[in-house]
Protein backbone atom coordinates (compact mmCIF):
# COMPACT_ATOMS: atom_id res chain seq x y z
CA UNK A 1 0.00 0.00 0.00
CA UNK A 2 1.11 3.25 -0.85
CA UNK A 3 1.50 6.13 1.63
CA UNK A 4 -1.72 7.74 0.27
CA UNK A 5 -4.03 4.59 0.54
CA UNK A 6 -2.67 4.55 4.40
CA UNK A 7 -3.77 7.91 5.00
CA UNK A 8 -6.83 7.10 3.33
CA UNK A 9 -7.73 4.21 5.22
CA UNK A 10 -7.43 6.11 8.34
CA UNK A 11 -9.79 8.32 7.73
CA UNK A 12 -12.09 5.46 7.19
CA UNK A 13 -13.23 5.23 3.12
CA UNK A 14 -11.69 4.82 0.21
CA UNK A 15 -12.86 6.24 -3.13
CA UNK A 16 -13.29 4.10 -6.38
CA UNK A 17 -13.92 5.79 -9.86
CA UNK A 18 -16.20 3.34 -11.15
CA UNK A 19 -17.53 5.69 -14.45
CA UNK A 20 -16.85 3.81 -17.33
CA UNK A 21 -15.85 6.89 -18.98
CA UNK A 22 -13.05 9.19 -18.78
CA UNK A 23 -13.50 12.80 -18.92
CA UNK A 24 -12.12 12.81 -22.87
CA UNK A 25 -14.99 10.05 -23.45
CA UNK A 26 -12.74 6.99 -23.82
CA UNK A 27 -13.97 4.10 -21.97
CA UNK A 28 -11.67 3.59 -18.82
CA UNK A 29 -9.02 -0.11 -18.67
CA UNK A 30 -10.87 -2.04 -16.21
CA UNK A 31 -14.02 -0.19 -15.85
CA UNK A 32 -17.19 -2.65 -15.35
CA UNK A 33 -19.24 -3.43 -18.22
CA UNK A 34 -22.83 -1.61 -18.10
CA UNK A 35 -25.18 -3.64 -16.32
CA UNK A 36 -27.58 -5.65 -19.18
CA UNK A 37 -30.95 -4.13 -19.95
CA UNK A 38 -34.00 -5.21 -18.04
CA UNK A 39 -36.51 -7.92 -19.44
CA UNK A 40 -39.37 -8.03 -19.93
CA UNK A 41 -41.24 -11.27 -17.55
CA UNK A 42 -43.38 -13.12 -19.37
CA UNK A 43 -47.04 -14.09 -18.03
CA UNK A 44 -47.03 -16.60 -15.70
CA UNK A 45 -49.31 -19.34 -16.64
CA UNK A 46 -52.73 -19.25 -15.35
CA UNK A 47 -52.31 -21.21 -11.41
CA UNK A 48 -48.60 -20.61 -11.64
CA UNK A 49 -48.46 -17.71 -9.81
CA UNK A 50 -46.36 -18.31 -6.10
CA UNK A 51 -48.58 -18.75 -3.48
CA UNK A 52 -49.53 -15.44 -2.01
CA UNK A 53 -47.78 -13.85 -4.66
CA UNK A 54 -49.89 -10.83 -5.60
CA UNK A 55 -52.12 -11.30 -8.83
CA UNK A 56 -50.78 -10.34 -11.99
CA UNK A 57 -51.77 -6.79 -13.02
CA UNK A 58 -54.23 -6.35 -16.08
CA UNK A 59 -52.70 -5.30 -19.20
CA UNK A 60 -52.91 -1.53 -19.89
CA UNK A 61 -56.31 0.06 -20.63
CA UNK A 62 -57.20 0.72 -24.33
CA UNK A 63 -55.99 4.49 -25.49
CA UNK A 64 -58.79 7.03 -24.97
CA UNK A 65 -59.71 9.09 -27.90
CA UNK A 66 -58.73 12.34 -25.78
CA UNK A 67 -60.65 15.02 -27.88
CA UNK A 68 -62.99 17.84 -27.23
CA UNK A 69 -66.02 15.71 -27.37
CA UNK A 70 -64.82 13.14 -25.36
CA UNK A 71 -63.79 15.65 -22.27
CA UNK A 72 -67.65 17.22 -22.48
CA UNK A 73 -69.15 13.97 -22.12
CA UNK A 74 -66.84 12.91 -19.29
CA UNK A 75 -67.95 16.52 -17.59
CA UNK A 76 -71.44 15.95 -18.29
CA UNK A 77 -71.32 12.22 -17.16
CA UNK A 78 -70.19 13.73 -13.72
CA UNK A 79 -72.95 16.06 -13.61
CA UNK A 80 -75.27 13.73 -14.26
CA UNK A 81 -73.86 11.41 -11.59
CA UNK A 82 -73.98 14.36 -9.16
CA UNK A 83 -77.88 15.00 -10.32
CA UNK A 84 -78.54 11.04 -9.58
CA UNK A 85 -79.54 10.45 -12.77
CA UNK A 86 -77.20 7.54 -12.98
CA UNK A 87 -75.58 5.40 -10.56
CA UNK A 88 -72.15 4.98 -8.60
CA UNK A 89 -70.02 2.44 -10.74
CA UNK A 90 -68.55 1.53 -7.98
CA UNK A 91 -70.76 1.13 -5.17
CA UNK A 92 -73.94 1.05 -7.24
CA UNK A 93 -74.94 3.96 -5.03
CA UNK A 94 -77.62 7.01 -5.90
CA UNK A 95 -76.79 10.38 -4.46
CA UNK A 96 -77.49 14.00 -5.24
CA UNK A 97 -75.16 16.82 -4.88
CA UNK A 98 -76.60 19.56 -6.64
CA UNK A 99 -73.87 21.74 -5.75
CA UNK A 100 -71.37 19.54 -7.26
CA UNK A 101 -73.32 19.18 -9.90
CA UNK A 102 -73.55 22.81 -10.53
CA UNK A 103 -70.30 23.61 -10.66
CA UNK A 104 -70.08 21.11 -13.33
CA UNK A 105 -72.57 22.57 -15.36
CA UNK A 106 -71.08 26.27 -14.96
CA UNK A 107 -67.09 24.48 -16.60
CA UNK A 108 -69.35 23.56 -19.26
CA UNK A 109 -70.83 27.07 -19.24
CA UNK A 110 -67.57 28.48 -18.86
CA UNK A 111 -65.82 26.07 -22.01
CA UNK A 112 -68.54 27.41 -24.25
CA UNK A 113 -68.15 30.96 -23.83
CA UNK A 114 -64.27 30.72 -23.83
CA UNK A 115 -63.99 28.46 -27.16
CA UNK A 116 -67.04 30.31 -29.03
CA UNK A 117 -65.53 30.33 -32.58
CA UNK A 118 -63.36 27.91 -31.91
CA UNK A 119 -65.65 24.90 -32.07
CA UNK A 120 -66.52 22.81 -35.51
CA UNK A 121 -70.35 21.98 -35.56
CA UNK A 122 -70.57 19.04 -34.04
CA UNK A 123 -68.65 19.98 -30.82
CA UNK A 124 -70.58 23.00 -30.44
CA UNK A 125 -74.01 20.97 -30.82
CA UNK A 126 -72.47 18.88 -28.34
CA UNK A 127 -71.85 21.41 -25.60
CA UNK A 128 -75.29 22.82 -26.35
CA UNK A 129 -77.03 19.68 -26.04
CA UNK A 130 -75.40 18.90 -23.35
CA UNK A 131 -75.89 22.39 -21.35
CA UNK A 132 -79.63 22.42 -22.16
CA UNK A 133 -80.10 18.60 -20.74
CA UNK A 134 -78.09 19.78 -17.55
CA UNK A 135 -79.33 22.81 -17.19
CA UNK A 136 -82.77 21.10 -17.25
CA UNK A 137 -82.39 18.26 -15.27
CA UNK A 138 -80.86 20.55 -12.65
CA UNK A 139 -83.52 22.79 -12.35
CA UNK A 140 -85.85 19.63 -12.10
CA UNK A 141 -83.88 18.34 -9.04
CA UNK A 142 -83.97 22.05 -7.29
CA UNK A 143 -87.43 22.29 -7.47
CA UNK A 144 -88.44 18.58 -6.49
CA UNK A 145 -86.02 19.38 -3.61
CA UNK A 146 -87.36 22.58 -2.41
CA UNK A 147 -90.97 20.59 -2.68
CA UNK A 148 -90.68 18.35 -0.17
CA UNK A 149 -88.61 20.98 2.03
Same mark, same amino acid.
Given at each position: @????????????????????? /??????????????????????? +?????????????? /?????????????????????????????????????????????????????????????? +????????? @??????????? !??? /? !?????
Amino acid at each position: @MSNDEEKQEKRGFKVDDRRRF /SETGEVRPGAPEPPAAPTEPSAP +AAGSAAPGAPPPRP /SEPPPIDLNFSTFVISLSTQALAHLGEIENPIDRSVTVDLDAAKQLIDILGILKDKTKGNLD +ATEAGLLDK @MLYDLRLCYVE !RAR /S !RSAKA
